[in-house]
């Protein structure tokens, strides 16, 4: 042993701090260590942009399709529009309200009559003696019965 106090150059190597570095197959453990975590690492790094690129892609085509479905309304729109500027200038024309006063409110243009053929003297009309030269009868009922059909029944 080395007294206290006294300096020898021996004494102050082996006092010195050092490290011990175990080598494994020709590295040295801390820095295979390392290595091995800087590999993890970068990994992660990587499986994380992965990660965030295929949710992206997924965004982008889930907005693809909305996009498309909203296109699609939109030309459905836009012919629903046209088909009602089609029937707004149809109904603006003068034939059309020539036609609509006619059927709906039962007008007649100057010098026109209005002729009313009673029920019973259509239907033989729509018959099969239509195209004939023969005059359809219409029966002849009496006043009093069309009275009392009017009022009574």
Do not use: C
């Amino acid at each position: 042993m080395i007294p206290q106090g006294v300096f020898h150059p021996v004494s102050t190597l082996a006092v010195r701090p050092t490290i011990a570095l175990v080598e494994i197959s020709g590295e040295t453990s801390w820095y295979s260590w390392f290595m091995k975590l800087k590999h993890i690492l970068v990994l992660l790094v990587l499986f994380a942009f992965v990660l965030s690129f295929l949710n992206i892609a997924g965004k982008i085509s889930e907005g693809q399709k909305r996009l498309k479905e909203i296109q699609n309304k939109v030309n459905a729109e836009i012919k629903q529009k046209q088909a009602l500027e089609q029937e707004v200038k149809q109904r603006q024309g003068l034939s059309y309200l020539e036609k609509e006063a006619r059927d709906e409110l039962n007008y007649v243009m100057p010098g026109e009559r209005i002729v009313i053929l009673p029920s019973q003297y259509n239907s033989s009309l729509s018959g099969d003696n239509f195209g004939n030269n023969q005059t359809p009868t219409v029966p002849q009922t009496p006043n009093w019965q069309k009275w009392w059909r009017l009022f009574f029944e």
